[in-house]
Every structure is written in structure tokens, then in C-alpha cells.
């Protein structure tokens, strides 16, 4: 392997090499060029930089939450965008084509000087965040960019976000398990497998490339999450709880993402469990609402809290409070089009609390599609609209495009069963959550739905209608 020119990162890269220290918090996302979500990160920020082309993408936290912040280089030094210039101002923002005019501009300079790893990095970075950008061209260069230097984990992960926003898992796993035999020691690499192995549906496997990473890493805090996940969809509430509580305090030096998002699936285990509703205002209240005082502030992981317990009939009370709290911090512009994600349940949360012209003008964003107007319905309470522009044969998985996992997008499937219920489409209702108990016949939500259709239909109590589901299973 040829020997390049070492890249600098905050922790722990040099040359090809990125070292798991410095890639956990590296993501790539290619949404919209601007300010990046994440102030001040808690964590050292991960830079990668290529020097000799005087060009930096800086990248950090979440995938769904992050952005592309090119920089340029001054000596050596990288120079941020939010930094303070010469003139002793500080930069809020960098219009998109002053940003793609420097691109250009670096672009050229790109020559002689530059290492071979630098030019494949520039040039599959490139497509990304160019006017004429070209997601499958870019794909395909980080493919190719990893057959060269298959230890460039930073690129990995480039490209991992890449299909994640693409909503293809399958050529991600084809490009993880390329470099995994030179990786196999990088706890960081087997959690990285075991998320397209997840959105495949291929548990046991997943499950397996998890506590391969754990074995490494105790602390691997994406090990933990992927573990949770295997857990989740198998139904063992409990024991996702033990287990990720128990490691918890490792947690303390992540990235504000993920340290919401590894409680936030705490949460839905204690939530399909049946815990008392204290155990879920604990969670928020401790480890998700006070994140949000911090610099590195992620909205999206308490935003999808609150719109799972109110498809579950449970935002009441102090919920509702908190959720107006949350959703006066949401009307800043400032947090808007960073994902269609983050967007469609900031769309809900506008709209639930009343605000709906701030909603509205979310919802009138380039990045929304359909999805996003049936939610601001749902939030309106108009569930037959909602549920037209949903149509009766949606599947939420089909939206994997908007930057969420299997298990955040099915709080739309539940959204939906709940419109049907709730616009008297009692048959197609009973239809579709018997089908979803018998992909997860021990999910206690789907059960609690039927039983819902069963006491609104046929007038059976509560008692009698769950006895009848689990013995008879509506047959």
C-alpha cells in the first residue's frame, strides 16, 4: 500500500488509518450545506482534513442530524465556517454557493502535491456536496475508495449514511463486509455491520456482529445500541432495560445523539413493557430534556418520544407540557431542513401544540413529501384527511428515504393503524395489526390495539377481549 501524507483528525487518524476513538462521532449526512446542528460538541470534533488540497470536511454526531461543513485551510490549520474571521466576527452562515465557489476554487488547487488518499477522498466527497451532485457516483467512488484503503473507517461511515439516506441497506453491507477481514480487531466495524444486517431483518446475525463488538469494547456505545435494537424486536423489554441501564455510565462521553437516542430506546422498552408512565417522565426528564441545555443540543430523539406516546393515547398530563416546552424552542428556524426526519416531527410537534401557520411553513420546505402533510393532519386532529393522504395500503417503511431506522419510521405505521381505528375502517384495521403480531406476536402495543377494536366493536370488556385475543387470536 502506498504511504500517504498523514491527515489530521481531532483524535486519532493518520494516514488511511481512522481509529474507532476518532470515527464513532463521525458522520457524514448529505443534507442541505449550512451550519451544522452540533455547536460546541461535547466530544472533540472529528475533522477530517486533506491538507494538501487545502479542503476539510468537519462532520459530527448523528447521521440524521448532522451536516457537510467545508472549510479551508490556513497553514495547515483548519478554519471553520462558525469561526471567528480576521475581522474578529463571528460567521452564523455561509450561503450555498459561496460554499460550492470555494469548493471550485480548492478544487483546482487539487495537484501534485496531493496523496493518492487524498484525491480519492476529495473526489468521492466531492459528488456530494457539489451542484452536480451524484449520490450513486459518490457511492461508487467510496467503493472504490475503500478497495484502496480499506482502513479508512471515516470514509466507511461516509458511505454508510450515504445508503442509510438512500434507504438501501443491502449495498452497505456489501461494502462493510469488503473491509471487515483487515478491521476484524475495530470494535467500531462490527456495530457498523450490524446495522444494515438490522434494516435487512437478518436479527440473529445482527445480533451476533453486536456482541462481537461489545466482546471488544465494553464501552462501544454503538455495540450497546444495535445489541438494544436485536432485543427490542424480539420482545425482551426487560432485559434490554437491565442491560443497557447497567452500561449507561459509559455513555457520558457521547455525542448528545447518540446518548438521547440510546435512552430513548430505554424509554420504548419500558413503554412496550407496560411500566408505569413515571419511569418514561424519569428518562425524558433526566437524560433527554436536560441534553437539550447543552451545546451540542439534538431535538430529534425528545421529538419522537412524545409523538410515540401520543399514537400510544398516553401525551397527557405533564407530557403535554413538556411538549409545548419543547415545541417553543422548535418554531427557530435554526433547527429546520437538517433531515426530513427531524423536519416531519417538528411538523407534528408544531401542529399539535397550535402552531399551526409555523407548521405550515415547515411543511412548504423542499425536503417534506407526503408523509409530512399527513402528520400535520394527524397533529390537527383531521385523521380522515390524514388518512387519505396516507391511502390504505401505506407501509412507513417505504419512507426509510426521510433518514430513520426500522424502528423510529414504525411510529407511522402505528400512526396509521390508529387512523384507521379512528375513521371507523374497523376491518382493514383488524387486518393489519393481526399482520403485524405475526411478524412480533409478543409486542404488547399490537395486542392493545386489538384490543381497543375489540371493545369499540364488538362491546366486549377489556378482560374478556384480551383473554379472547391470546387464546383465540381473533380467529
Known sequence: MEKTQEV?????????????????????????????????PRREEAVVQISASKYSVLSVDDAEECEVLPTTLNGGEEVSIEEEGENGTREEDLLEDEILEQITKENEKVGEQSTPYE???????????????????????????????????????????????MGQPAPFLSLVQQVLPVNQEESYIHGMLAFPLLELGRMEEAAAASRKGYEINKEDAWAHHFLCHVLQHECKFKEAVEFMEEL????????????????????????????????????????????????????????????????RDALKGSFEDRLKLLAARLTDQENWYMSWHLDILIVWALAKVGEYSKAHELLEGPKLRLLGEAVYEYAKGNYKQALELLGSDF??????????????????????????????????????IRERTKVRDGVPSMWRLLVKYNNAFSGRNSVTTTLFIFVNNLD
Not at 486519532?12 to 442541505?32: D, I, K, Q, Y
Not at 452536480?132 to 458511505?159: G, M
Not at 439534538?298 to 406516546?309: D, E, H
Not at 393503524?417 to 375502517?425: A, I, V, Y
Request: net charge negative; glycine share 6%.
Open 8 to 40: 489530521s483528525v481531532a483524535k486519532g487518524v493518520t494516514g488511511e488509518l481512522v481509529c474507532t476513538e476518532a470515527v464513532e462521532n463521525v458522520w457524514f449526512s448529505p443534507g442541505r450545506l449550512g451550519r451544522s446542528q452540533s455547536k460546541t
Open 119 to 165: 484525491k480519492a477522498v476529495f473526489e468521492a466527497v466531492s459528488y456530494l456536496i457539489s451542484e452536480d451532485r451524484d449520490d450513486d457516483l459518490a457511492l461508487e467512488l467510496h467503493t472504490q475508495l475503500l478497495q484502496r484503503f480499506p482502513k479508512d473507517l471515516a470514509s466507511l461511515k461516509r458511505a454508510q449514511v450515504l445508503c442509510f439516506y
Open 248 to 311: 449507561s455510565e459509559s455513555w457520558q462521553s457521547c455525542s448528545s445523539f447518540l446518548y438521547t437516542h440510546n435512552w430513548w430506546h430505554i424509554a420504548l422498552c419500558y413503554l412496550e413493557g407496560g411500566s408505569p408512565m413515571r419511569k418514561i417522565e424519569e428518562i425524558y426528564d433526566n437524560h433527554i430534556w436536560k441534553e437539550l441545555e447543552k451545546g451540542d443540543t439534538v431535538y430529534l430523539n425528545a421529538i419522537a418520544l412524545l409523538l410515540r406516546l401520543d399514537v
Open 395 to 432: 407501509n412507513a417503511f417505504g419512507y426509510k428515504i426521510t433518514g430513520a431506522s426500522d424502528e423510529q419510521i414504525d411510529v407511522f405505521n402505528e400512526m396509521w393503524c390508529q387512523l384507521l381505528l379512528k375513521t371507523g375502517q374497523s376491518k382493514t384495521a383488524k387486518e393489519v
